[in-house]
């Protein structure tokens, strides 16, 4: 199946302060990526759809200003929590589709805000 | 809204036995489907994919699908301690939108 690299796979950060996560489709070229967020023992929610050269699409509930997406290329796209807070918290996951038709996951990004 | 139901479990199975997860999805317009397997603290693994009625076989694994009952299913055979795992159970209409996932069935394989 196809890669996706997801970087960092572990981060404490203080609150109030800023973290980037970047998801990379390795072998193929995903014009669309996805954000889900997972809390312990709770299924994946998706956050936003990541459109390469556009604006992401924001599920409802998820602040738009608080969780800034940036597809800037075929093969990247960043996730940056803004002003972190403890219940931010969270596993952060990108997924891309080579096609429209199987998913892969990054490796996913454990965000612990103190 | 489309919904797609799993029973959480947790599922508990001797080893080598047959292992049965169940899904059913609410949208008729679905036209992929999948099974996803994820360790705690990992990150979803794609299983299986079907997209038509009938059973789809690798492996261990069977996938069933039967649209007309909104029902997928995924069997594993000899199941092995290492099956022990949370399954996802994922529905897509092609729309090129996101994969819609049910909340898993946590699976536990005794040896």
């Known amino acids: 199946g196809a890669v996706v690299s997801q970087h960092p796979s572990r981060v404490i950060c203080k609150s109030g302060t800023s973290v980037k996560i970047e998801c990379r489709s390795l072998d193929f070229q995903a014009t669309t990526m996805f954000w889900y967020r997972q809390f312990p023992k709770q299924s994946l929610m998706l956050m936003a759809t990541?459109?390469?050269?556009?604006?992401?699409?924001?599920e409802q509930g998820v602040e738009k200003d608080k969780f800034l997406i940036n597809h800037a290329s075929l093969t990247l796209s960043t996730l940056t929590v803004t002003s972190a807070h403890p219940e931010d918290s969270s596993f952060y996951i990108c997924s891309a589709r080579d096609s429209l038709t199987e998913a892969f996951f990054g490796q996913g990004t454990r965000l612990t805000v103190v | 809204q489309k919904e797609v139901e799993q029973n959480s479990g947790p599922l508990s199975v001797p080893e080598g036995a047959i292992a049965s997860l169940n899904c059913t999805y609410s949208d008729r317009g679905s036209q992929s489907f999948f099974w996803y397997r994820q360790y705690s603290g990992k990150s979803p693994e794609l299983i299986m994919s079907?997209?038509?009625?009938g059973d789809k076989e690798d492996g261990r694994f069977t996938a069933q699908l039967n649209k007309a009952s909104q029902y997928v299913s995924l069997l594993i055979r000899d199941s092995q301690p290492s099956d022990s795992a949370t399954y996802l159970c994922a529905v897509n209409d092609n729309s090129g939108y996101a994969l819609n996932f049910g909340k898993g069935t946590s699976l536990l394989v005794t040896p």
């Open positions: 990541s459109n390469e050269g556009s604006k992401a699409t924001y």
């Open positions: 079907i997209y038509s009625n």
